[in-house]
C-alpha cells in the first residue's frame, strides 16, 4: 500500500463547510414553512410535512456536524517535482495522482465563504478534466499555484 500524500488542507476548512451546511439548514428551513402553510391551508396530510421535517433535520446534522468532519480527515494532497497526488472522499475514497506533464492551467477560486476565512482553492486543468485542493490559505494556495505552474512547465520543457 502507497504512502498517503503528506499534506492536509487548513482546518479553516472545518468552520467553512459547517457554514455552508448552516446555510443549507436555513434553506431546508424555509422549504420546510412553506410546506407547512400549504399542509394547513390545503389540509394535506400532516404526515407529509413530518417527515419532511425528520428528513432537514438529518440532512442538517450530517452537513453541519458529521460530513465536514469527515471530510477534513481524509482529504490529503502533496506536489511533488513530477506530479500532483490527491486523496479524499468519505464513502467512495479516491485518489488521483496528475503528472505535472500533463497540466495545462492552473487557478486560485474564492467564494464569499473561502475569502472570509482567508481561504483559496487551487484549481488545476488537464486534457482529462480539472482537478482542485480545497481550503488552503490564501498565501500557502498562491504558493501553490506558483509551485504547479513552475513544475508543469518545467516537465513541458523536457519534452
Not at 422549504?31 to 425528520?54: E, H, K, N, S, Y
Not at 506558483?146 to 523536457?158: C, G, H, M, N, P
Request: hydrophobic fraction near 50%.
Amino acid at each position: 500500500m502507497y504512502a498517503d500524500p503528506k499534506e492536509r488542507i487548513d482546518d479553516q476548512a472545518l468552520k467553512v463547510w459547517r457554514l455552508s451546511g448552516a446555510i443549507d439548514a436555513v434553506i431546508y428551513g424555509a422549504a420546510l414553512a412553506v410546506l407547512l402553510f400549504l399542509t394547513v391551508r390545503f389540509d394535506w396530510p400532516v404526515w407529509i410535512a413530518v417527515v419532511a421535517a425528520v428528513l432537514a433535520i438529518c440532512q442538517s446534522v450530517l452537513e453541519i456536524v458529521i460530513w465536514p468532519k469527515l471530510k477534513y480527515n481524509q482529504w490529503r494532497y502533496e506536489i511533488t517535482e513530477n506530479e500532483i497526488e490527491l486523496k479524499h472522499g468519505i464513502v467512495f475514497r479516491k485518489r488521483t495522482s496528475i503528472p505535472m506533464i500533463r497540466i495545462q492551467h492552473v487557478d486560485t477560486k474564492q467564494g464569499p465563504l473561502l475569502r472570509r476565512f482567508g481561504l483559496a482553492t487551487v484549481t488545476f486543468s488537464t486534457a482529462a478534466g480539472s482537478h482542485e485542493i480545497p481550503a488552503l490559505t490564501e498565501l500557502r494556495a498562491d504558493q501553490a499555484r506558483k509551485q504547479i505552474t513552475y513544475l508543469a512547465r518545467l516537465s513541458d520543457e523536457e519534452i
